[in-house]
């Protein structure tokens, strides 16, 4: 039953995903990814952002260490939810069922998983997971072939959906918080700076994005700390 509901209540996600993952193709084709690796990479690794990052990266011939490095920051947040997650679990559960349940831990799988009542049901995780992750993986893979079979200029303008993406993440708080406005402004400006500086612009692009990521965030942090939200009644 729990299964069911779980698969029932993911149908959406998983459209969602098919598409979006298939920009994701296109720029792993562009690193030169083939349709099984992309295919195997999004099974294993539903994150878009790390996924992004990721095969950016390989594109720009980046090491190994700064893949890995910039995949870790890039999906930091998914800390946060699995310590989430992990207060609404029953304390008997296997070890074996949470890393099971971690491995498609995303933020709209998380979203729809939370937001039940009681502690969290395995089957409904595993069941919310099987489509989504069928479709991420499978819309990779498509974007891969097409990377490969269309035209270049086509492949370059099918690259920008993700970007649009990004932007539609992005925008809406940056309306909402003028911090965040000026954090994004300053990302793009210190991001195209960083590309002619004589010390920044003889690194490669991946160690420049690690550097830009910790250090932007960090003083954003620092300069403006969130205000504590306001305590829940005992």
Same mark, same amino acid.
């Given at each position: 039953m729990a299964f069911r509901? !779980?698969?029932?209540?993911?149908? =959406? %996600?998983?459209?969602?995903?098919?598409? /979006? #993952?298939? #920009? %994701? !193709? %296109?720029i792993a084709a562009n690193g030169g990814v083939s349709a099984m690796q992309g295919f195997f990479t999004s099974f294993f690794c539903m994150a878009s952002a790390g996924e992004y990052i990721g095969f950016t990266l390989i594109a720009a011939q980046a090491?190994?260490?700064e893949v890995a490095l910039m995949t870790l920051i890039a999906n930091a947040r998914y800390l946060l939810m699995s310590a989430a997650w #992990?207060?609404?679990?029953? =304390?008997s559960l296997s070890i074996g069922h949470r890393m099971l349940m971690a491995l498609d831990l995303t933020d709209e799988l998380f979203a729809i998983a939370i937001a039940r009542k009681g502690y969290l049901n395995p089957l409904y995780s595993y069941g919310a997971a099987l489509f989504p992750a069928i479709c991420w993986a499978s819309g990779t893979a498509l974007g891969c072939i097409a990377g490969d079979i269309l035209p270049s200029r086509i492949v370059s303008a099918l690259s920008v959906s993700l970007y649009g993406m990004f932007i539609a993440i992005i925008i809406p708080p940056a309306k909402e918080n003028r911090i965040v406005a000026y954090i %994004? /402004?300053?990302c793009f400006i210190l991001s195209a700076a960083a590309t002619y500086l004589p010390l920044l612009s003889s690194l490669s692009s991946g160690t420049r994005i690690i550097l830009l990521t910790v250090i932007i965030s960090a003083a954003a942090a620092l300069l403006f700390p969130r205000k504590p939200e306001t305590e829940i009644p005992q």
């Open positions: 509901e !779980g698969m029932r209540d993911s149908i =959406p %996600i998983a459209l969602c995903y098919l598409a /979006v #993952s298939f #920009s %994701i !193709g %296109i090491t190994y260490t #992990s207060q609404r679990m029953n =304390p %994004i /402004v300053a």
